[in-house]
């Protein structure tokens, strides 16, 4: 079973930043993708917004609400996945969850919170 385990969230002024980790365990295989999605107060977490999303080969998405200021990236293990946040504004709040996809199936981290505001 793979777990996610986020870490990095918390409350930041606009124009700050921050960086979000996951970090997977539990599999032999090698993930499909691995993206951040977040979720504004009231919503579904499957029904989130989609921020970043990279593939096992490197491959990149972003959303237009957060391209030039958010990147995704892993490590060299690709067992973990990190979201830099940057120029963060007050929009960018909600839960954010880690989902990752492998030939197992989907999974979801317990989510963590960012909150700007001054």
């Known amino acids: 079973q793979v777990q996610l385990v986020e870490s990095g969230g918390g409350l930041v002024q606009p124009g700050g930043s921050l960086r979000l980790s996951c970090a997977a365990s539990?599999?032999?295989?090698?993930?499909?993708?691995m993206g951040w999605y977040r979720q504004a107060p009231g919503k579904q977490r499957e029904l989130g917004e989609l921020v970043a999303i990279i593939t096992s080969g490197g491959r990149t998405n972003y959303a237009d609400s957060v391209k030039g200021r958010f990147t995704i990236s892993t490590d060299n293990a690709k067992n973990t996945v990190l979201l830099q946040m940057n120029s963060l504004k007050p929009e960018d709040t909600a839960v954010y969850y880690c989902r990752a996809m492998y030939t197992t199936g989907v999974y979801w981290g317990q989510g963590t919170q960012v909150t700007v505001s001054s």
């Open positions: 539990g599999s032999i295989f090698t993930f499909n993708t």
